[in-house]
Every structure is written in structure tokens, then in C-alpha cells.
């Protein structure tokens, strides 16, 4: 009962509506709208680290196909090469043996040419030797050698001398 | 009766004591000594709620200094009574956030050179005490239907403990008093602490040490007591809230 002596009624009754007073004003005014930031920017944190790690997620992922396709790549250029190097060293050679052939043509087509040229100087010295032949002759016998007859015969002579060069 | 227990107690004198004493006789000082404790309790929540709306007033994602302090006060409180509660306790941050920081102002306003603490005043704290009461029980009347409330204050009996009918009514009887004695503890636990800080300062004001006031040491000692029974008394409401909303899961 003596404890009951400290308290005031009209104190107690005060002090219920002055903190529920209180009690409205912060919670319409302070602890709603601060604990919605709260909540706004933890969600907002949480949903960009989701977004973040997704994006991590994407870029492993794009890491990966990229080294998958660049290794692709690059082995397909590797065959290239090796293909291109193949096709070079074909090419070299039937170009070397397209050269090889050419060269050896050529070299017989001289030869034929050569041939034909030493006949061909070989016919005219014969002929330079015989009009020499007969001259001489016609200067040493003093009149004219016919010439069908004559030349036949030195022709002949020739030929002869010349297979007796040859080891005839 | 309380006249003369204002007499026997030592008492720092303040702005209220003082005008009191200055219109002695007059109905101003009658009212002034009615009222003493509630003029300094609206000066307190005066003072929050400037402090509040204007803290709170630009609610932007990138705080600035002072909302990013009432963020942690706010955020603090929600994970306090959240960690005990779980995500439930969120509807009660409001009501124990606010009896945190009103309770804390005014356990600490004794210090204030001509102020005075309100709580060291049984009405004061009573007050808050029957507030938390009614509220808790609201919450469990309006949770668990009345049935449901009162099964819980018979402390759910089931099978034979049901059938026995004596122990459930010896149990609600015995919940019935637990919860309304919570009321009277809760704020006399307050009220007698910082009644007690606060006669030790007034005590305690005209000595000294070798020229150092023992008024300094005792400050550290309300300062400490004054937090200590700021969160006693909200981690005790959030413990009833708790028994009360779990008792429905269960």
C-alpha cells in the first residue's frame, strides 16, 4: 500500500498518451520510412550481387566459349598452314618439274638446232671446198671442168674423205 | 504522503523545482509539482521528434551523416528485436525501437544540469510498463483468437493433463498472475534503478575527492546504468512479445 502511494493517476494516464503519442509519431514519421529504405537497399544490394553474379556467370561462360572457339580457330589455322605448306611444297615441285622438263626440251631443242646448224655449216663448207676443188683444178688442168660431172665427182672424193676421217 | 517522501529523498534541484519554488503558493507552482515529471517527459519527446523529422525527413538510398546514424539506431533495433523474434518481430520494431529511445532519453536527461529523469518516477515507468502489457496481450488475443489465448494461459494442456481439469486451471491462474505481476517488475525495476542513480547524484553533489566532485565518478556509473536498463527493459518486452507470438507456432 505504501507503494501504491508513489504513484499518480492523473501522471500515469499522462504518460500512456504522451508515449502513444510519441509511438504514432515516430512510426509514421521515422521507423516506417527508415525501415523501408532499410529494406529498399538491401534489396537493391541483394539484387545487384544477383545481377552481378549472373553477369560473372555470363562472362565465365563467354570466357570459355571464347577459349573453346579460339582454340577451334586456331587449330583450324593450324590445318590451313599445314595444308597451305602441303599445297606450296606440291606446287614447288611440279613447278620444278615443269622447269626440269622445260629445261631438258629446251636443251634438246639446241641440240637439234646446234645439229642442224653444224649440218647446215658443214653442207656449206663442202660446197665452199668443192667450188675451191674445182678452181684449183681447172687452174692446174687449164680448161673447164664441167660442172654436172665433174662436181659429182668431187662429191664423191669428199665423201670418201670424209669416211676415211671417221675411221672408214 | 508523497510530499513527504519528496522531502526525505535528496534531490538535484531543476528547472521545474526552481519555478516552483519561485511562484510558491500559486496555482502555476501546484500545477508545476503535479505535472513535474510529464513536463520533462513532453521536453524529451519534444526533442525526438524534431530530432526524428528532421533525420528523417530526405529518405535518400545514399544517405547523409545524420541519416546514416538514425539508420543504425533503426537498423540496430530491427536486427535486436528481429534476432530474438525472427522476421515476426519486424511489426514490433516501432513500438520497442520508440521505448528504447524514449526510455534511454529520459534514464539519461538526469545528467542534464536542471533537468530531471522522469523515470525515476513509478507512474512514468508504470505507464510505459502497462503499455508494453496491453500490447502484448492485444498481440496474443488477436493471434490466437480467444480460445487459442486462453488455452495459452492455461499453458496448452493436452491428453491427460487436459482431463485433469484442476492443474489447467491452477496453470492459468498462475500465468494469469505471471503476466500481470511483468507490468509491476518491469517498471519498478526501472523506476528503482534510476531513482537510485539519481539520489546517489544528488547525494553525492556536495562531496568530493581531493578536489575531484565525486559527482564525475558517479556520472560514468548513471551513464552505464541508465543503457543497462534501457535495453533490461526492452529485451524483456521483446522476450514476452516472443513468448507470446511463438506460443502460437507451437
Known sequence: MELLKLLSANELVAQIVSFLILLFILKRFAWKPVLKVLDERKNKIESEFKEIDEIKGEAERMKSEYETKLSAIERIAKEKIEEGVKEGRRMADVIKQGAVKDAERMIADAKDVIKDETQKAHDILKEDIVDLTISAAEKVIGEKVTDKHDRKAIEEFLDMLEKKKNGW | ?250
Not at chain 2, 524529451?44 to 546514416?68: D, E, H, L
Not at chain 2, 491452477?170 to 542513480?197: A, T, Y
Not at chain 2, 556520472?219 to 533490461?232: C, H, N, R
Request: aromatic content about 14%; overall charge neutral; charged content about 10%.
Open chain 2, 1 to 250: 504522503m508523497a510530499e513527504a517522501h519528496v522531502a526525505t529523498n535528496p534531490e538535484l534541484p531543476n528547472l521545474v523545482t526552481i519555478l516552483e519554488k519561485t511562484f510558491e503558493g500559486t496555482s502555476f507552482a501546484h500545477f508545476l509539482k503535479a505535472w513535474e515529471n510529464i513536463i520533462f517527459s513532453l521536453i524529451i519527446i519534444f526533442m525526438i521528434t524534431v530530432v526524428a523529422y528532421f533525420v528523417s525527413k530526405k529518405n535518400s538510398m545514399v544517405p547523409g551523416r545524420f541519416q546514416c546514424a538514425w539508420e543504425m539506431f533503426v537498423g540496430g533495433v530491427d536486427d535486436f528485436v528481429c534476432g530474438i523474434m525472427g522476421p515476426a518481430g519486424r511489426q514490433f520494431v516501432p513500438f520497442i525501437g520508440t521505448l528504447f529511445i524514449y526510455i534511454l532519453f529520459m534514464n539519461l536527461s538526469g545528467l542534464i544540469p536542471l533537468f530531471k529523469s522522469p523515470t525515476s518516477n513509478w507512474s512514468i515507468t508504470l505507464a510505459l510498463a502497462l503499455c508494453v502489457f496491453v500490447y502484448v496481450q492485444f498481440t496474443g488475443f488477436r493471434r490466437l483468437g480467444f480460445l487459442g489465448y486462453i488455452d495459452h494461459l492455461a499453458e496448452k494442456p493436452r491428453g491427460i493433463l487436459a482431463f485433469s481439469v484442476i492443474i489447467p486451471i491452477l496453470m492459468f491462474f498462475l500465468h494469469v498472475i505471471s503476466e500481470l505481476v511483468r507490468p509491476l517488475s518491469l517498471s519498478l525495476r526501472l523506476r528503482s534503478n534510476i531513482w537510485g542513480d539519481d539520489t546517489l547524484l544528488a547525494v553525492l553533489a556536495g562531496f568530493g575527492l581531493g578536489g575531484v566532485p565525486l559527482l564525475l565518478f558517479n556520472t560514468f556509473l548513471v551513464i552505464i546504468a541508465g543503457i543497462v536498463q534501457t535495453l533490461v527493459f526492452c529485451l524483456l518486452t521483446t522476450i514476452y512479445f516472443t513468448l507470446i507470438v511463438t506460443g502460437e507456432e507451437h
